[in-house]
Structure formats: C-alpha cells, structure tokens
C-alpha cells in the first residue's frame, strides 16, 4: 500500500469521525429537550392569568372571613348584652334584638359572598391542578430525555475514541507533509481532501475531466502530486 492509498484510508477514517460528531451534536434528545421547554412554557403561559385570577378571589375571601368573624364578634356581644341582666328598659332590649337580627342579616350576607367566591375559585382551582400535573409529567420526560442523551452521546464518544486511534496509526503511516497537504484541501473542501480518479471522473467533485486533462495526470512521475482541476483535491490514481 502507498502513502496516497493511506491517504484514502484516513480520508474514509476522518469522514467516519465528521458522521460521529454530526450526529453527537444532532441526537434526537436535544430537539426533544427544546420541545419539553417549549412545552413548558405554554403549559405556564397558560396559567398564569388563571393564577392572578385566583389568588385575587383568595384574598377576596380572606376579607369577607375577616369580616364574618367580626360581625360574629359583635353579634356575641350583643347576645351577652341582650341575656346578662344588665338591661334598664323593654326599649334597650327591643333596640339590641333590632341590632342582633341585623348582624344576623349581615353575616348570612357575608357567607353567602363566600360561597359564590369559592365557586368561582373551585374551577380555576381544578385548571391550576391540572397544569401542575402537566409539568409533573414534563419533568419526568426530560429527566428521562437527558439519561437518554448521556446514554447516547457516550455511546458515540466510545466510537470516536475508537475512530480517533485509528486516525493516529494512519497518521504516523503517511509522511507528515503529505498529511499537512490533505489537512490544508480538506479544510476548505467540504471535509473531503483526497479522492480516487476513476477513469476521468474525479470522486470527490464527481465531475468528468477532459482527456487531454486525465492523459497530463497519467503522465506525471509516480512521485509527483496529482490534483483534480475542478475541486483542487488530491487525486489517488
Ligand atoms: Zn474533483
């Protein structure tokens, strides 16, 4: 074997080292971890006019049981007042039932309030509980996405590390200015720094020579470098 035949070598090599590291950088679980994030963020888009919405009515609430506990209050006082004997007159009785119905009247109100605002809160509730569950599960998938991933990329780190020390043996086979050559097209050519000329077609452009062309190739000393005239690759002949 020559040194251009283990050039090809490294070429097939280093292009086997380019498909790993593509597909490193383009498994599957990195668009499926934008997706989950993606997902996410509408998930929590959605509630978040929901969850101003509800913690408004909650303090709602909170206001009205406040103010429930102090008509309350007030209420016992005057049944304290209305029982403990201390009354002077039929007319302070009669002026503290008055005040005790309209406690009475005043709570029942408050509660009645309480009521509508839970049953505004009790749907809301139930589509905040429902988002949570969602996220629950969006967790979940992308705590097993990105084990998936490690998974995956470790797997073909094990093939780069193999792809890699093949590289070097080949390496160490070519003369060190020829390598230097290859590195210096393949870094501008696509990745691609040698190919076979078969018959007048070069395989790396893929395009045909002329014959006069493929007969000046042919004709240069064994030791001489031959490039293809299209895409300036080295050329195997
Ligand atoms: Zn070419």
Redesign the pocket.
């Given at each position: 074997m020559n040194d251009l035949d283990r050039l090809l070598e490294l070429q097939a090599n280093d292009t086997a080292t380019d498909q790993l590291r593509h597909r490193r950088t383009t498994l599957p679980e990195r668009a499926a971890l934008v997706e989950l994030d993606r997902k996410e963020q509408q998930v929590r888009a959605e509630v978040a006019e929901p969850q101003i919405e509800r913690d408004g009515l909650a303090r709602d609430q909170k206001r009205l049981e406040d103010e429930i506990a102090t008509v309350e209050g007030k209420a016992v006082h005057v049944h304290k007042q209305l029982y403990d004997g201390s009354m002077t007159s039929p007319k302070e009785a009669q002026a503290l039932q008055a005040d005790l119905e309209s406690l009475k009247r005043r709570q029942a109100t408050l509660e009645d309030e309480v009521i509508e605002l839970m049953e505004k809160i009790e749907p809301l509730d139930e589509l905040l509980s429902g988002s949570k569950v969602a996220l629950t599960a969006i967790d979940a998938e992308r705590a097993a996405t990105i084990a998936s991933l490690a998974a995956a990329e470790a797997a073909v780190d094990q093939e780069l590390v193999a792809t890699l020390a093949a590289r070097q043996v080949l390496v160490d086979a070519v003369p060190a200015s020829l390598v230097a050559e290859y590195e210096r097209i393949r870094g501008g050519a696509g990745g691609i720094g040698v190919?076979r000329l078969q018959g007048a077609t070069?395989l790396?452009?893929h395009?045909s020579m002329a014959a006069a062309e493929v007969d000046v190739i042919k004709r240069l000393p064994a030791e001489d470098l031959a490039y293809?005239p299209?895409?300036g690759?080295l050329l195997v002949r």
């Open positions: 190919a070069c790396g452009c395009i293809c299209d895409c690759r």
